[in-house]
């Protein structure tokens, strides 16, 4: 009996103790949570400082302490005279767009383009460092068209794409005057899907009815829970080609030389491949871009950060799951081409 009692005890203890650190994360991802979300604004930084402050620290790292001392004269000296000639130097303002399903970013993106057009001259340009698989057309689409408000003011817009430009993601980055791509990175997917279980055999299976109730005859056609006809799967084909019609206008109007009907299948590429079928214009990392344009630009990173309620940045961790999930789709799809 008294061996029974130690070892509920210890469990006991286990118990209170696991409990207690669910709490305390809980606890403290709440309040990072209620931090994080509690700014909201426009942060810019000047990358050039930053680039000159990161090449600062590893100098000094690697120097002795008397080549360290010449060496931040040096740059002292250097920077005085940039300084001054600093002025009238034309900018770069970079954006950063990392895409999901609903292309959620599009909210920030708004307002950077928004501050963007409010002081940019002629002299100044815009890149805009891309990631996105793609997703909802109409939320991509409303990406496209912010996108399209720096060309439209005849502001030059530079697309890097490091990773992956596809489907809704590539709309996007057509916009540009110019897309760099990494070797390796996805364009294309110029395509429209439309995919979802159906439940219906379960359902009746189960003696269970489905009822649904529409005024309109294509209100609803293909359904999750009722029994789709050819003539539900017809009309969705309809609705999915004319959608496909209108990424392919998009695509054709910002890049004319394009050959839709080799580009506009659905397929995707490698960037390498990509640039054979003018999916993009050069092969280069956006690293790599930025260090040239440091050089003779002052570069400006534009970040608006949105506040969120609590309810829908814990709704976002389902999000962000999902993404993650779809995401893992696209990499297990892709690595399995890639020779072991």
């Not at 005890?9 to 103790?17: D, H, Q, S």
């Not at 430009?165 to 364009?187: D, E, H």
Request: charged residues 30%; positive net charge.
């Amino acid at each position: 009996m008294t061996e029974f009692f130690a070892d509920y005890g210890l469990f006991l203890l286990k118990a209170i103790t696991v409990a207690g650190a669910l709490i305390f994360i809980i606890a403290a991802g709440a309040a990072a949570s209620r931090k994080a979300g509690s700014r909201e604004g426009l942060e810019v930084e000047s990358l050039n400082k930053k680039y000159r402050s990161r090449a600062a620290a590893l100098k000094k790292a690697v120097l002795g302490k008397r080549d360290w001392k010449a060496q931040a004269k040096a740059d002292k000296a250097k920077d005085k005279a940039v300084a001054k000639s600093r002025k009238g130097r034309p900018r770069t303002f970079v954006i950063d767009f990392k895409g999901d399903l609903k292309a959620s970013a599009v909210q920030s993106l708004r307002e950077e383009v928004s501050a963007i057009l409010e002081v940019a001259g002629e002299d100044d340009q815009v890149v805009i460092r891309l990631e996105n698989y793609g997703g909802v057309v109409h939320e991509h689409g409303l990406g496209a068209s912010q996108l399209a408000r720096i060309r439209d003011r005849n502001i030059p817009l530079i697309a890097t794409v490091d990773k992956v430009a596809a489907s809704g993601g590539y709309l996007m980055a057509c916009v540009a005057n110019k897309i760099i791509a990494a070797p390796f990175a996805i364009l294309g997917s110029i395509g429209v899907i439309a995919q979802l279980p159906n439940f219906n055999r379960m359902l009746d299976s189960h003696g269970v009815d489905f009822e649904q109730i529409t005024a309109g005859e294509y209100k609803r056609t293909v359904t999750m829970f009722g029994k789709n006809t050819d003539a539900d799967r017809k009309k969705l084909r309809q609705e999915l080609e004319d959608v496909h019609r209108l990424f392919k206008a998009a695509v054709g109007t910002y890049r004319p030389g394009l050959d839709l009907k080799t580009v506009a299948t659905g397929e995707h590429w490698y960037g390498t491949r990509a640039l054979e079928l003018g999916l993009a214009d050069e092969l280069k990392t956006s690293d790599a871009l930025l260090a040239e344009l440091a050089g003779e630009r002052d570069l400006y990173s534009v970040c608006y950060k949105v506040k969120k309620p609590l309810q829908k940045r814990l709704l976002a961790n389902v999000d962000d799951v999902l993404e993650k999930v779809d995401a893992a789709g696209w990499r297990r799809r892709f690595e399995s081409r890639l020779p072991r």
